[in-house]
């Protein structure tokens, strides 16, 4: 049975940074894409970052200010956000894509999904 699971989140002031991780079983690691999405409330589901076997491809608006990494030995997946503004306030959902070939965006090319986290920045 495949899980993934999001924990981290949290409050952090506008500036700050926060490190959320994506721990998952069931999946054979490095075999699968993992990407991040968010949903801010009354919005939809947006692609945030992903990697891949080909490396890590991020949204244009947290370029420079987010990071995506594996780590082997844990079956987990990070994202850490540094440089935080009000507008990342969103839950954020990891997931995994048997597309690991290229940089899966959309959420339909996705095939597990986490719970989700919620991450508040306070302005």
């Known amino acids: 049975q495949v899980q993934l699971v999001e924990s981290g989140g949290g409050l952090v002031q506008t500036g700050g940074s926060l490190r959320i991780s994506c721990a998952h079983s069931?999946?054979?690691?490095?075999?699968?894409?993992v990407g991040w999405f968010r949903q801010a409330p009354g919005k939809g589901r947006d692609f945030v970052g992903v990697?891949?076997?080909?490396?890590?491809y991020y949204t244009d608006s947290v370029k420079g200010r987010f990071t995506i990494w594996r780590e082997s030995a844990e079956n987990t997946v990070y994202l850490h956000m540094n440089t935080l503004k009000p507008e990342d306030t969103a839950v954020y959902y990891c997931?995994?894509?048997?597309?690991?070939?290229?940089?899966?965006?959309?959420?339909?090319?996705?095939?597990?999904w986490g719970q989700g986290t919620q991450v508040t920045v306070s302005s």
């Open positions: 997931a995994a894509s048997e597309r690991n070939f290229y940089y899966p965006t959309g959420e339909n090319e996705y095939d597990y």
């Open positions: 990697i891949t076997q080909r490396g890590t």
């Open positions: 069931g999946l054979t690691f490095g075999r699968y894409a």
